[in-house]
């Protein structure tokens, strides 16, 4: 019998198989700009692989698997080609963050980004980052934080307008340290960005970037948008 948290995954699934030919039109777009280059921003003073093979799990159009040059897997054909358009030089692989197709300790990093909302078992996938890390390897998981506003208005949204966040599971800081100290990860840093709600109009942008640089480590990135964890194999 199909729980009804795999129905939620496969639902999501669908919805980007159906979205992918018109995902990357929001970065286009002055919020999708912001925000784009505003969790980049964070993420790069968080990643410390400077060389060696990387793994860039639910990879989507290959937005961050481009500038690393990582291998990209994700369970969305349709985004998968997309990025395979956009990166001809990069392996793609179509498969299951729950059930990686790679051998034990083969990435000196894996990072995912906005995937483990939509993950029914992220220990699971935890267990399989930790195995097909090498030691000493690090993990960095990006994802929408259940302390914020964008928290509420995607929420709202999925009231009025089926989109993929119907089907997501949103965290804190503390619940994704929290499974990364389970599933056996060391040496924990977090971040915090986005504070506005999503809606910025593109003049207070300037400002929303000074609030988030002084902000990414006070104890407000509790309530930020977009939340990052760090964490290492020992």
Known sequence: MISNKTRKQEGAVVYFEKIAPYYDNWYATSIGNYVDMTEKKEFFSLFQTKKGLILDLGCGTGNYTGILNAIGLDKSFNMLKIAYKKFPNIPFVCGDALF?????????????????????????????IYRVLKPKGEIIIGTLNTFSLWFFFKRLKTIFKKTAYRYARFYTINQLKSLLLQNGFKHISTRGVIYGPPFIP?????????????????????????ILVRGEKL
């Not at 003049?203 to 509790?222: E, G, Q, T, V």
């Open 202 to 226: 593109s003049y207070l942008i300037p400002i929303a970037f000074n609030i988030d640089r002084k902000l990414a480590k006070s104890f407000f990135r509790h309530l930020a948008a977009f």
């Open 100 to 128: 990686l197709p790679f051998k034990d300790e083969s990435f000196d990093s894996v990072i995912s980004i906005t995937l483990f909302e939509f993950l029914f078992s992220p220990k699971k996938a935890l267990i399989e």
